[in-house]
C-alpha cells in the first residue's frame, strides 16, 4: 500500500477488496510510531479504538453493506475540534482533558463518510498563531527541515500528510491556517467560502473561520468538501448550493479567465523573492492553460480594518473559549484574553461593521476587474522553529512581523469570507516547498477546483516528497 496515496484512491481500493481498512490503519499507525517522534505532528492517541473501528469498517466491506465514499480511510482531527470521548485541549495548559461528550457537527460528517478518526494533530493554543507550537504539547516540525515550522494552525495535520502518517488530515482555517501550513509542507489547502461548511457557532466574528482539510491530491480537497458541506437546517447561515457536486468539477474547463497577480503585501511588509517566484510559478502555469494573467493593485483591508479584526475580533473570540486556567495560557493569548475584558460591546460592533463595510468594497472587484487573484501564500519561508512564538511572548501588545509575514496574503480572504487555495508549485533553493495562493470569487470553490486540478496535471506536485520519509 502506497502510503502517499490519495484517500480517494484508498476508498476505491477499500471497496474493490484491494486492501482492507486493517491493512491501511496499519501502515499509518506504524508510520506515525516511526516518524512522529522527531515531527509531533500527532498529539493524542487511541490506537487500540483506530483499529477497532478498522475492523469493523472491513466486516462492513465484506458484508456488502452500503458504503461511504471514504469508508475505510484513516483521518486525525485538529486538536480545536470536538470528538465525543476525545479531551479537546486546544493545545492549551488552560484547558482540561476532560473528554467531550459529542461531535462538532464536521465530525459527524467525517463519520458519515467513512473516515475512521485517527488521533488528534497539534494547533497552537486556541489556533490563534501562525505556527503550531505550544507550552502543552510542545513544536511541531517541518518533515521538509526538521529546524523550521509548518506553519499554523493546521500545522499538525500539514506534517502528518507531508511525512504519509495520513493521507489527508482535518484542520480549520480563520486567517491562513488551512494555507500557510500547506504552502509549508508542499501540500494543496483548500479554504471553503463562509458558511460553506455548517459549524455549531460563527467563530472570529461573521463565519471567518471555517473547516477543511489538509491534502495532497486536489481530488481529495473537492470530495471532501463535498462530504463536510453536507446542509445543516440548523446552522443560522448556509452558503448557496453548489451547481454539481464539487468533485464533479475536476477536469472541467473554465474558459478564460482574467487572473489579476498581486506580489506586494497590503500591509507594506517585504516579500521574499522565492514567495514572489512562487506566484510567478504559478502564473506560468495558468498563462500555459490560456489565462490572461496580469498584475493588479486591489483595494484591500485598511489599517484601521486590519486593526478591528487583530486587536478586537480575535481577542474577543478567545473570550469565549473554555479557560479553565486563564493564568496558564501563553502570554500573547493572556495578554489577548486580558484586552477582551477591556473593550466594550459598542466597540465590537463598531468593528464588526467596519469589516462588513470594507468586505463589500473589496469582493465587488472580483468578477468585476479580475475573476480569480493570484498572490504569494506566504511572504515569507517557513520559519525557524520558536522564532514566531517567542516574538509574540516578548511582544503580546502588537502583532510581530514574524507572524504578521505569514498572514499577510492570506487574511484577507477569511475576512471577507471568499474561498482560497494554496498550491505548492515552487520550491526554494534549499528545497523548501513554495506556495501560491488563488483567491475566487464568492462561493466560487468550482472555479478554483477546476484551476487546480487543471494546475496539478502539469505541475505533477503529488509526486514531491520529502526524501527521508519515502520509504
Known sequence: MDPFASATQLAHAIRA?????????TVYLARTDRFDGEINAIVWRD?????????????AVTSGRRLGPF????????DLTSVAGQPNTMGSLAVSDTPRAGNDPVVDRFLNAGFILMGRSNTPEMGTMTVTENSRYGRTANPWDLSRSPGGSSGGAAAAVAAGMAPVA???DGGGSLRMPASACGLVGLKPSRARVPQPVQSWWEHCTTEGVITRYVEDAAA????????????WFQAPSPE??????????????RVGLLLETPMGLP???ECADGALAAAALLEELGHDVFPVSPVLLSPEGARAYVDIVIPASLYTYPFEFPHLAEPYNRHRWERAQQTHSGEYVQASALLQTESRRIVAQWRRDFDVLLTPTMACRPPLLGT???DANRHPESAQPSALLMVAFTSIASVTGLPAVSLPVHTSETGLPIGAQLIGAPFGEATLIRLASAMESLAGWPGVIPARYRS
Open 17 to 25: 477488496r484491494d486492501v482492507s481498512p486493517v491493512e491501511v490503519a
Open 47 to 59: 490506537d487500540d479504538a483506530v483499529m477497532a473501528a478498522a475492523r469493523a469498517a472491513e466486516r
Open 71 to 78: 469508508h475505510g480511510v484513516p483521518l486525525p482531527i485538529k
Open 170 to 172: 482535518h484542520g480549520n
Open 224 to 235: 471532501i468538501l463535498d462530504v463536510m458541506s453536507e446542509p445543516d437546517p440548523h446552522v
Open 244 to 257: 454539481r457536486p464539487f468533485a464533479a468539477e475536476l477536469g472541467r474547463e473554465t474558459g478564460r479567465l
Open 271 to 273: 516579500v521574499d523573492p
Open 388 to 390: 514566531v512564538v517567542e
